[in-house]
């Protein structure tokens, strides 16, 4: 994790900028203060917590089986996690961690070689967010092998744990943006709901490409796509959302999916539950649920964009 990378005021607005966990973060706040220490903290916490790419974390050590003792963060993301899991129909589950890896889309291992059947077979065994729990605070695996990579919740998670620490210290108004997830609150430094721009799911020299803008407050907002994070094998391009029935990268005409939910967390996790399911299964799911939107972009027989959204 990097150290802070700016901090100036804008109109009685704060600004914080920088590196974390392999991306970049931007935080705007209404207010007189630095909390550019307490973002940091928060920060290294949530990493030295839930990230399996320190190994020094919480979660590599269970991963590792050396210690099966968890904290509040990992006991809030596994409660969420079996929640989305259960919504999803399996479709979410971070304990395909292991496939993730196999794939070379993971925290180990960066393989150039296709697994073949029978390891994808043996691994996709120890796979089961609803065979794992935790009681007085340990953690109960479904097998020794069983893994866990909750990098996509983290984000959100980093997001809602920064709003719940800058509310503490009586901020209304702010934006905070992780690796493109983000949590709202308030009004902007104009004192209207906060613009909010939805990328295409498109690679262009300048990085980013509008499909809309939305006005936002008071939520979560996070994205999840295979257009950016892929590999190409002997049987064609593959994207890094793993299905936990075939154990394999998971192939539908979904590109990109947007989720609008109650935090960001949440928000993140159903993000990529849609990316992990047919797109008329994804926008069900989302129609259940209380105030949750969605907007899913996939792919016409004709190679143009479709813009699919939840219908609330």
């Known amino acids: 994790m990097s150290g802070l990378a700016s901090c100036s005021p804008d109109v009685s607005f704060v600004t914080l900028s920088g590196g974390v966990w392999n ?13 550019a220490d307490s973002v940091q903290v928060i920060m290294k916490q949530v990493e030295m917590s ?28 596994f409660s969420l996690s079996r929640e989305v899991n259960a919504i999803s129909g399996k479709a979410f589950d971070p304990t395909l961690s292991p496939l993730i890896n ?14 073949c059947d029978s390891l994808i077979a043996s691994t996709l065994a120890v796979v089961g967010i609803d065979s794992c729990r935790i009681e007085d605070g340990v953690m109960y695996k479904k097998a020794p092998e069983t893994t866990f990579n909750f990098s996509a919740v ?9 709003a719940r620490m800058l509310k503490r210290n009586g901020v209304v108004d702010y934006m905070i943006e992780i690796g493109g997830e983000i949590a709202l609150g308030g009004l902007n430094d104009r004192g209207r709901l906060w613009r909010i721009m ?30 950016r994070n892929f590999r190409d094998t002997k049987s064609g391009r593959v994207g890094h959302t ?7 990268p998971v192939a539908t005409s979904t590109l990109s999916a947007t989720v609008i939910a109650p935090d960001c967390a949440t928000a993140d996790a159903l993000a990529t539950a849609c990316m992990a399911m047919p797109a008329d299964s994804a926008l069900t799911m989302i129609n259940r649920l209380p105030d949750v939107k969605a907007l899913l972009v996939t792919l016409a027989a004709d190679s143009t964009f479709t813009v699919l959204q939840s219908n609330k």
């Open 23 to 35: 991306t970049t973060y931007t935080i705007k706040y209404r207010g007189d203060a630095s909390l």
């Open 198 to 227: 939805i990328d295409a799911p498109v690679d262009t020299i300048a990085g980013h490409e509008g499909l809309m803008t939305v006005e936002l407050s008071d939520c979560g907002v996070a994205t999840s796509g295979n257009y």
């Open 102 to 115: 196999l794939w070379g889309f993971g925290y180990t291992g960066h393989e150039s070689q296709e697994p």
């Open 154 to 162: 983290t984000k959100g998670y980093g997001c809602d744990e920064i």
């Open 242 to 248: 793993i299905s936990s029935v075939t154990g394999r």
């Open 50 to 77: 839930l990230s399996p790419f320190n190994e020094e974390s919480v979660i590599s050590l269970v991963n590792r089986n050396e210690s099966m003792a968890v904290d509040e963060n990992i006991r809030r993301v």
